[in-house]
């Protein structure tokens, strides 16, 4: 900000002649500036400056410079990463920054856990070979709201999820049925968890089995062996949940579902996916019939 910008934003604030001594300037080069047409590149700057702001309410407050670059660059909008992040700054914009959470899952010594077959290959050439799964909390008013997600590795979509009060089997197991109405995978799909006592247990091995899906579980306590399902809640978390807690239950509920369904699913961009959504990936990925 220049000296003549400064003494325009703070007119109603200060005096002319201080400001005009202060600022080493003198009342009639101000008047000579104000009587400028403003500079191309600054009405630009204002132009831009409009629709990040535009892109930064759309997505509630969640996006930070990749993603709003990323949106910019979608709409025909040629910019820097560094234009971008200025101008967000001059704005008081910002992504939501991640937090820490604690896991929910627990092993069950009375089964014993699958094989590691995904061993952190998480880079996945076709839908539905790899699904990952895991389960989390959300704070209400009312108590914690559990949800348990499946996502397909390929494209991250979130083919499949279930909230509930408890963390029993039946929560996970509600999602992995989402998850097989909806894509009817071919057997041989890998299925990938923690060793969490949800999914180890008789009722989920089975579910899997049923399908000839096959089951791989990562290491005990080691988060990166599921890094994928991990970075999602931790996602979800940040942009729903930073500095909120839903008053109720179906509040949660609600939100999630808007989340996962509309916004994650459908329009946030994954960096991982060159920074477009799931479904778009899916679809430009999905092979054309001769």
Known sequence: MTAFEFIETHRGKFRLDVMCRMLGVTKSG?????GRPISTRKTKDAELKDEIERIHARSRGRYGVPRVHAELRAAGTACSRRRVARLMREAGLQGKVRKRYKATT??????PPAEDLVRRNFEVTAPNTVWASDMSYLPTKEGWLYLAVVLDLHSRLVVGWSMGERLTTDLPLAALKMGFD????????????DRGSQYTSSAYRGALEAQGALASMGKKGDCFD???VESFFSTLKRELLLDHVFHTRQEGRSQVFEYVEMFYNRQRRHSFLGYRSPV?????REPVAA
């Open 280 to 284: 778009e990936f899916e679809r430009i």
């Open 182 to 193: 909806q894509r009817r995978p071919p057997p041989g799909l890998i299925h990938h968890s």
């Open 106 to 111: 627990q092993a069950d010594p009375a089964h």
């Open 30 to 34: 101000y008047f000579t500036w104000r």
């Open 226 to 228: 599921n890094a994928v």
